[in-house]
């Protein structure tokens, strides 16, 4: 199952991105980032970058991207690779010419050398400040491990207009797909309503439940409280020790995408996900944490029982070892191997036999009693949630 993730981030501030990535981590096997700031920082500078495709053709290719791209303290370093760009522009053609170069010629091919060596390390730095941001480190770590892909906007030529345009070809593209479930930030559902609105795009021929479904995951997901605290080691391993509640997961949430008559870009889709969390999420949530408070209580159950001194009284056990096997106890199952070792079942009265017994039988229907609540807990289709809001 994969997510094409669509975000229009700044380059500053990624924590939208972030989120619809660690809410898909959660539910996808694979996913891919269509976001302007991720092609542009992970993708397309790195390729600028490489310097095995020339100095020359390199500059006018980024100079633009940095004209239109918002991207912090980028004023000095812009002006210093226009100054370059005219200079090289001046002096490369009369270095270019296929024969011995004389004393001059020679000078100026220093001069531009030096120029490329002063540039490109600036260059770098440049680059390095991008990834270095928190977010943008973070997603670097993730295209690593791959957890996560960079959409190709297949872009040769980057100005003010070139980024906005692939990203909103990646939109459609991914709307028509069939390989991959679309998941769009609130700006990019904006952007698909007007085109729909304006009958720019055609949807009849898409199933609705597709479009909707990883919309339906993706809000319930992230509900959960400690979704953003939560390191994408924890998301995934989550994941990868849950597949069978995870599959009980997705299926709910098939039939929770089904129920829904809007699509992600109209207006009443975020209600129509807040009502199904309340009347499908909330009450099943509910069910499980009083399963497992119920089998909480079953579990001490005995522990209480033992510790009650009319009832050790009655039955003529001594306090001192009984006592401290008991408080020293975290359930019943510790406390019974210590009863059985107090005495030999010979100096018993048949009272404290009788009561004995009594209080074993109680252990195991505790047991059992916790046994089938735990099976019920887990086969509930919210229990992955449970497990994920628990991380």
């Known amino acids: 199952m994969k997510f094409t993730i669509g975000a229009i981030s700044n380059f500053s501030d990624l924590s939208e991105s972030i989120k619809l990535i660690k809410s898909s981590l959660l539910y996808a096997d694979e996913i891919e980032m269509l976001g302007i700031t991720e092609y542009a920082v992970h993708k397309y500078l790195p390729s600028l970058l ?13 100079i633009p991207f940095l004209e239109s791209a918002n991207i912090p303290n980028k004023e000095d370093l812009l002006y210093k690779l226009t100054d370059a760009r005219n200079k090289l522009s001046m002096l490369s053609p009369h270095l270019n010419r296929n024969r011995h170069k004389n004393k001059k010629e020679m000078l100026l091919q220093i001069r531009l050398n030096q120029m490329r060596h002063e540039i490109q390390p600036q260059l770098d730095i440049a680059l390095r400040q991008l990834l270095d ?13 791959k957890h996560i892909t960079i959409f ?20 459609l593209s991914t709307l028509y797909s ?25 949807l009849r021929n898409l199933s609705p439940e597709y479009l909707r479904h ?8 992230i509900t959960l409280p400690t979704l953003e605290s939560a390191s994408i080691d924890e998301l995934v391993s989550l994941k990868e020790e849950n597949q069978i509640p995870l599959s009980r997961f997705r299926s709910a949430v098939y039939g ?69 096997a008991i408080t020293s106890s975290s359930g019943f199952a510790g406390v019974i191997p210590q009863i059985f070792g107090l005495a030999s079942w010979a100096a018993l009265s048949g009272a404290a036999a009788k009561s004995l017994i009594k209080a074993a039988e109680l252990y195991i229907k505790a047991r059992d009693e916790t046994a089938e609540a735990k099976k019920a807990a887990k086969s509930n289709v919210m229990y992955y949630y449970h497990l994920a809001s628990n991380l």
């Not at 190709?152 to 939109?171: P, Q, S």
């Open 50 to 62: 490489d310097s095995s495709k020339g100095f020359e053709p390199m500059l006018d290719k980024l």
């Open 133 to 145: 941001h928190p977010y943008s480190a973070e997603i670097d770590e993730l295209i690593k491990s």
């Open 152 to 171: 190709d906007y297949h872009l040769e030529k980057v100005g003010n207009d070139d980024l906005a345009g692939g990203y909103i070809g990646g939109l």
């Open 178 to 202: 069939e390989n991959t479930f679309p998941l769009f930030d609130n700006q990019s559902k904006d952007i698909i309503s007007a085109f729909v609105k304006t009958k720019l795009v055609d």
């Open 214 to 221: 990883a919309g339906v995951a993706s809000s319930i997901l």
């Open 256 to 324: 929770y995408s089904e129920k829904i008559g809007s699509l992600p870009w109209d207006d009443d889709f975020q209600f129509e996900c807040l009502k199904l969390y309340n009347t499908e999420v909330v009450p099943a949530i509910t069910e499980i944490n009083e399963i497992l408070t119920d089998t909480s209580i079953l579990k001490n159950l005995g522990k209480k029982v033992l510790s009650d001194e009319e009832f050790r009284k009655a039955a003529g056990w001594s306090v001192g070892g009984l006592t401290a």
